[in-house]
């Protein structure tokens, strides 16, 4: 039987904090209990925020928590035509358009909020003029490919995914998948082929992932990410979504908000063991 695959997929956009120490101490012990396979993923799709002192930064973090990974490491910015190549099979579906919106457009046309928070898209783009499209095309403005969210579902109808604990003795849980709630979900952003929905996807399934281990904040997304399986035919893992880490004031640990990173607590004199026992993995 083919084992059981799980992966830790950082973002190098900063540094890791006790929350990433939490998903991958989870993700590398249930690859452990399940005699399964233990990868390291870095997702540099974002050109602009992705700096290589923050991936090798992300190795020393997770050597000094004593986890091991196989090599190599896949880095998604080397796998852009990858990514592009299934964005133009969405394509020829009739399934993606071009949309020219900036930020301050988006939020001003739109009339609800997705899962995260974030103003779902009104369609503006989706009833532009063909020939003005090509146009703006050739002129090489920023453009970014949205889903048409609507006849996508639509070619695929009801959606559901396995939510449960690694382990085969627990019965899975069956989810159904909400993606209308997204609104047009960009597939391919300005400036890059892919997002994130896009390439964690395709990553997943080219890396035989079986078992996908996410913060609970990032439950909602599975709705486009089934969705997508489902279009480009692949593979569905188990899903499992544990805890999140928070700080005094209630909100979950972010590199947005400046959480202290692992690289602080070193300096502060933690050892990887209280790290691993405050988290709840200690040794032995």
């Given amino acids: 039987m083919t084992k059981p695959v799980l992966r830790f997929a950082p973002s190098p956009n900063g540094r890791l904090h006790l929350g990433h120490a939490y998903s991958a101490l989870f993700t590398a012990t249930w690859a452990e209990r399940l005699d399964g396979r233990f990868l390291v993923r870095i997702e540099d799709t974002d050109p602009t925020r992705s700096k290589p002192e923050f991936t090798e930064a992300i190795f020393a973090d997770l050597a000094w928590l004593g986890l091991a990974w196989e090599e190599p490491v896949w880095h998604q910015s080397t796998r852009f035509p990858v990514y592009a190549a299934h964005a133009d099979r969405l394509k020829a579906m009739g399934l993606l358009y071009p949309c ?16 995260d928070g974030a103003p779902v898209y009104g369609g503006t783009c989706r009833h532009l003029d063909p020939g003005r499209v090509a146009e703006r095309l050739a002129a090489g403005d920023p453009v ?8 996508a579902v639509a070619r695929t109808g009801v ?6 604990q690694p ?10 998948a909400r993606p209308l ?24 399934d080219a890396q035989g992932v079986t078992h996908v281990t996410r913060g609970r904040d990032m439950e909602a997304s599975t709705d ?20 999140l880490l928070r700080d005094e004031t209630g909100r ?25 026992a405050h988290l709840g993995f200690a040794e032995g």
């Fill in 100 to 115: 020219f919106c900036s930020r301050t457009e988006v939020a001003a046309g739109a009339g609800a909020t997705d899962p």
């Fill in 144 to 151: 970014q490919w949205r889903l048409r969210m609507d006849e």
């Fill in 159 to 164: 959606l559901t995914y396995s939510v449960g």
């Fill in 167 to 176: 382990t085969p003795l627990d019965r899975p849980q069956l989810r159904y």
């Fill in 181 to 204: 709630r997204w609104g047009d979900a960009v597939i391919q952003r300005k400036g890059t082929p892919t997002s994130y929905h896009l390439s964690v996807v395709i990553d997943d």
């Fill in 224 to 243: 486009i990410h089934v969705l997508l399986q489902l279009l480009l035919g692949l593979a569905q893992p188990l899903y499992t979504f544990h805890r």
């Fill in 252 to 276: 979950k640990l972010s590199k947005s908000r400046q959480s202290r990173s692992l690289a602080d607590l070193r300096g502060e004199g933690w050892t990887a063991n209280a790290v691993r």
